[in-house]
């Protein structure tokens, strides 16, 4: 199998929207622009919160990770390819102590199954909490729809608690 793509990646993007539809989950394929430098998908994360997508108007903070599609190396024979499902957690970090949130994040992976938080600077280097995971397929086959699946909607749970720690450390 050769390196992946960008018309690889907008298939397998548009495999998974259409399951995502099926399944009410709200997705955006994006081609390869700035900021981004291959084609992704944007995934509206499920949230407790039922009201978040009710209006027309983009929400504050809508939850929302980032599919990417990639191979580990740059060989052109590779068995396997990998999507990275992505988010930011949009909690303002400022006058925040660094210990007491890598504490939040340690604790918090201790409890996570799959993917893991990390404290790193986003695209245009502001600090923040962030999450991914990885998963695997092989090279000539669609990544599966039902892991996927299953890791957007733990991501969403796992955002809503993060953020909830954070702001109840932030404002402790």
């Not at 995502?20 to 992704?40: G, M």
């Not at 939850?63 to 909690?91: D, I, P, S």
């Amino acid at each position: 199998m050769a390196l992946i793509t960008d018309q690889d990646r907008r298939e397998e993007f548009e495999n998974l929207k259409e399951y995502f539809e099926e399944v009410d989950i709200i997705s955006q394929i994006i081609d390869k622009k700035e900021p981004y430098n291959q084609a992704c998908m944007l995934i509206a994360l499920p949230t407790s919160d039922d009201t978040i997508w009710e209006s027309e108007e983009m929400p504050e903070d809508p939850h929302l990770a980032t599919a990417y599609l990639m191979q580990l190396g740059e060989e052109e024979n590779q068995l396997t390819k990998y999507m990275m499902l992505y988010f930011q957690v949009a909690v303002d970090l400022t006058d925040m102590s660094e210990l007491e949130m890598l504490r939040l994040i340690n604790k918090a992976n201790r409890t996570l199954s799959v993917g893991h938080f990390f404290y790193s600077e986003d695209v245009q280097g502001v600090l923040s909490v962030q999450y991914k995971v990885l998963v695997g397929s092989a090279s000539d086959q669609y990544t599966d729809i039902a892991v996927v699946c299953e890791h957007i909607w733990a991501m969403g749970d796992f955002y809503d608690q993060m953020k909830a720690d954070l702001l109840t450390l932030k404002n402790s």
